[in-house]
C-alpha cells in the first residue's frame, strides 16, 4: 500500500535532536526554532499583534470621534461579535482549502474593512452609528486566525518528535498570545493618546497586509497547513497502516491514545469540554477587566486600570512557559484540575482586597494559575479534535475566548452598577469555578473514553 505522506519543507527539522535543544540556552523551547526556523516564531508572533489591536481600537476610535463611551463600547462589541462568528469559518476553510489560501484571502480582506472603518466612522454622520457597527463587525469577521492555525501546524510538526514537545509549542503559543494581548491594548493607548486615535488601527493593518502573508507563506505551511491532494489533512496524511503510530505521536502529554480511539458523537461531546473551558476563561479575562475599571476608578485612577490587568497577563504568561517544564506524570485533565483550583481561591482575593499594593499581589498570583490552565485546555482540544478539523476546532476554543469576553464584561458591568466592584468580582470567581467543574468532567470523560493515563 502506498502511503501519501506530506513531504518535509526544506529547511525547519522535521525530527530535531532533543540532546541539541536540552544544551540550548532556550531550554526546552530551543528545540522549537530548529523545529521550524527562528522567522516562524517572529512571524507568528507579530502577526496575531493585529487581533490584539482592532478592538480596543474600534473602542477608541469611535468613542473619540463620536463623544460616546456607548458607541464606542457598541463598536467593540460589534468587532468582537464578528471575530467569533468568524473564526471557526476561517478555521474549516483551513481545513478544506489549506492555510495558505484562507489567510492570503484575510490578509487582503482585513485591511480592506480596517480603512472601511477609518472612513465611515470619521467621514460618516455624526448620528448614524449602524454603519460603523457594520463595518466594525466585518472587521472582525475577516480577521486572520494566526494563533490557532499556529497550533496547526506545530501539532502536525510534533508528529515524530517526544511528547513533551507538542506540550512546549504550545506552551510558547500561550505565551505569545498573553503577550500580544498585554502588548496590543498598550500600543493602541500609547498612539491614540500621543499622536491620533485613528493611528492603531492603520498600524494594525500594515502588520496584517505584510505579516500575515508572510506566515502564509512560510515553509512550514507545507508541513501542517495545506493539504495534499485528494484534501487529506496533513496530520493524517499517512496510509490508514501508518495511523496508529501519527495518532500516538501526536498526542499531547498526559493523553495517551491516538486521535482514533475516539470517533464520531462521543468525539463531537469531548471537543465541547475545551471549547466549553475557553469560554470560561474569556467570561474570566473580560469580567476581570471591568472589575478592575470598577477598583481603579474607586481610587480615581480608572486609567490604571489597564496596568492593572498587565500584572496578571506578565505572570500568566511566565507560568505558561513554566508547563513545559512540568513533571509528565501529571496528565492534561490533572492539570486542568489543578491549575482551576488555583484559579478559584486566588479569585477569592478579589473580593477582600482593598488597596493597589495587595490587588498586585492578588493579581500576580492570578497570572501563575492561569497560564498553565490556558495550556492544559488547548492541549486537550488538540487531542480530541477531529484530525481533519483541527484548524476548526482551534479557532472555536479561539472564539470562545472572545464570546467569553464580552460575556464577562456585560455581566460584571452590570453587577458593577448595582453590587460596585464586590458585584463585578464575583464573576470572575465564579467562571474559575466552572473552569474547576470542567476540569473535574474531563478527567472522567478523557478516563472513560480511553484517552487518559
Not at 283 to 291: A, I, K, W
Not at 441 to 450: E, Q, T
Request: aromatic share 6%; hydrophobic share 55%; charged share 10%.
Amino acid at each position: 500500500m502506498t502511503q501519501n505522506v506530506v513531504p518535509a519543507a526544506p529547511g525547519p527539522s522535521s525530527s530535531p535532536d532533543p540532546t541539541r535543544a536540552r544544551s540550548s540556552r532556550l531550554g526546552r523551547f530551543g528545540v522549537l526554532p530548529e523545529m521550524a526556523g527562528p522567522s516562524f516564531l517572529v512571524i507568528g508572533l507579530f502577526a496575531r499583534l493585529p487581533l490584539a489591536m482592532l478592538t480596543i481600537g474600534a473602542l477608541t476610535l469611535v468613542t473619540s470621534v463620536s463623544g460616546s463611551y456607548a458607541a464606542g463600547g457598541f463598536a467593540a462589541g460589534a468587532v468582537g461579535i464578528g471575530s467569533a462568528l468568524g473564526a471557526p469559518l476561517v478555521g474549516l476553510l483551513a481545513d478544506q482549502r489549506g492555510q495558505r489560501a484562507v489567510l492570503l484571502g484575510t490578509a487582503v480582506l482585513n485591511p480592506l474593512a480596517v480603512v472601511a472603518v477609518l472612513l465611515v466612522t470619521l467621514l460618516g454622520s455624526a448620528g448614524s452609528l449602524a454603519p460603523v457597527l457594520a463595518v466594525s463587525f466585518v472587521m472582525g469577521f475577516t480577521c486572520p486566525q494566526i494563533g490557532p492555525l499556529a497550533r496547526v501546524r506545530w501539532m502536525a510538526m510534533t508528529q515524530s518528535s517526544p511528547r513533551s514537545t507538542l506540550d512546549t509549542a504550545l506552551s510558547y503559543e500561550s505565551t505569545a498570545d498573553e503577550t500580544t494581548f498585554v502588548l496590543g491594548p498598550a500600543l493602541v493607548g500609547l498612539l491614540a493618546g500621543l499622536i491620533a486615535p485613528w493611528l492603531p488601527l492603520v498600524l494594525a493593518a500594515v502588520l496584517t497586509a505584510t505579516l500575515v502573508p508572510a506566515f502564509a507563506v512560510h515553509r512550514t505551511v507545507s508541513i501542517g497547513g495545506t493539504p495534499p491532494a485528494g484534501g487529506t489533512s496533513p496530520v493524517t496524511a499517512e496510509a490508514p497502516a501508518a495511523s496508529s503510530a501519527v495518532g500516538k505521536a501526536a498526542v499531547p502529554s498526559g493523553v495517551g491514545a491516538p486521535r482514533e480511539a475516539v470517533t464520531g458523537r462521543r468525539r463531537t461531546g469531548l471537543v465541547l469540554l475545551p471549547v466549553a473551558g475557553m469560554l470560561a476563561m474569556g467570561t474570566f479575562f473580560g469580567s476581570t477587566q471591568s472589575f478592575l475599571n470598577v477598583f481603579a476608578g474607586s481610587f480615581g485612577a480608572q486609567e490604571s486600570a489597564g496596568l492593572l490587568y498587565a500584572v496578571m497577563g506578565l505572570s500568566s504568561a511566565v507560568a505558561a512557559l513554566s508547563v513545559a517544564y512540568w513533571p509528565r506524570r501529571l496528565t492534561s485533565p490533572v492539570r486542568w484540575v489543578a491549575s482551576a483550583a488555583g484559579m478559584v481561591l486566588a479569585a477569592g482575593g478579589l473580593l477582600v482586597t482593598g488597596s493597589v499594593p495587595a490587588m498586585l499581589a492578588v493579581l500576580l498570583l492570578l497570572g501563575i494559575f492561569v497560564g498553565p490552565t490556558m495550556v492544559t485546555v488547548f492541549s486537550i482540544g488538540s487531542v480530541v479534535a477531529p484530525a481533519r478539523r483541527l484548524g476548526t476546532v482551534m479557532t472555536f476554543l479561539a472564539s470562545g475566548i472572545v464570546a467569553g469576553t464580552a460575556l464577562g464584561s456585560a455581566t460584571a458591568g452590570s453587577l458593577a452598577e448595582t453590587a460596585g466592584a464586590g458585584g463585578a468580582a464575583l464573576v470572575p470567581g465564579a467562571a474559575a469555578l466552572v473552569l474547576l467543574l470542567l476540569g473535574a468532567v474531563s478527567v472522567a470523560a478523557l478516563r472513560s473514553r480511553g484517552t487518559d493515563r
